[in-house]
């Protein structure tokens, strides 16, 4: 495992990289000794130092769920990261590329929490009765690790490549929807690109919450009511660029859009 002093210089590095939108090298090929307990001993310095300079915390996400995720990166277990009010945006946003390094966007859906929920024997039951409603979401992705190589420690170290947030207009209570079924078409400057189903995580998109809430428990932690809980792509990745307009179209859930400028 990483020294302390070794974690605090990393968490830097990466909160540098943010700020200048720009890649570090591998932590993995600087440290192969590195652990995933270091690597969200990583992410926790950078958090709480964010935290501590008045961003505010609004949720959390969860990565690497689905297989097309977990084929596009080579990681093979999902991982989680935090997310901050500065980083959601609404329906049609215009969002400034130059924000993000390794910008990508993927197909989710967001589920926000009506109850506090916890393990350690959380099951998808227990997270679809702690959840108020779902909503469709577009991730952004934005990693500060050169891709080539990289393994979960370095993205669990990098906040989960979590850059920001596009989310809908339409929210369904669990009740309301079959939301295995929910479907997705994602459009990038008017071209078809990706198409999935939202069973494609984990059998159900909330199964992830769940698990989420289970791992929270290893770190004497819960999921606090009023949290957003961003569940996990269902499609592959799709890169964007500056003056692409991108379209999700989730049929029952209504669409998406947004403009990267």
């Keep these: 495992m990483l020294q302390p002093e070794t974690i605090a210089e ?25 652990t995933i307990e270091d690597s969200y001993a990583i992410q926790g310095v950078w958090r709480d130092k964010n935290i501590a300079a008045g961003r505010t915390l609004v949720g959390r996400k969860i990565g690497l769920t689905s297989k097309a995720m977990q084929e596009a990166t080579g990681i093979t277990e999902p991982d989680y990261g935090v997310m901050f009010d500065d980083t959601v945006h609404a329906s049609g946003a215009e969002i400034p590329v130059d924000q993000f390094s390794n910008v990508r966007i993927e197909v989710e859906l967001a ?29 952004i992705l934005n990693s500060h690790i050169e891709l080539e190589g990289r393994t979960i420690v370095d993205t669990i170290s990098d906040n989960a490549a979590y850059g920001g947030m596009v989310l809908g207009d339409v929210r369904k209570r669990p009740a309301e929807i079959d939301l295995r079924w929910v479907p997705a078409l994602l459009y990038r400057n008017g071209e078809i690109t990706e198409t999935g189903v939202a069973a494609g995580v984990l059998d ?20 606090e009511a009023g949290e ?34």
Aim: one cysteine or more; aromatic letters at 8%; glycine letters at 6%.
């Design 111 to 139: 589920f926000v929490l009506k109850a506090p929920l916890e393990g350690p024997d959380c099951t998808l039951d227990d997270a679809l009765a702690a959840i108020d409603y779902a909503v469709p979401a577009l991730e």
């Design 204 to 223: 159900h998109p909330a199964t992830g919450v769940a698990w989420l809430a289970n791992k929270f428990h290893q770190h004497g932690s819960r999921l």
């Design 228 to 261: 957003i809980i961003l569940a996990g792509s269902f499609t592959r990745p799709m890169w964007v660029s500056r003056g692409d307009v991108v379209l999700c179209d989730y049929g029952p859930m209504g669409s998406i859009t947004c403009h990267f400028i």
């Design 10 to 34: 990393i968490a830097d590095e990466l909160a540098e990289a943010d700020r200048t939108h720009s890649v570090i090298p591998r932590i993995t090929a600087r440290h192969p000794e590195a």
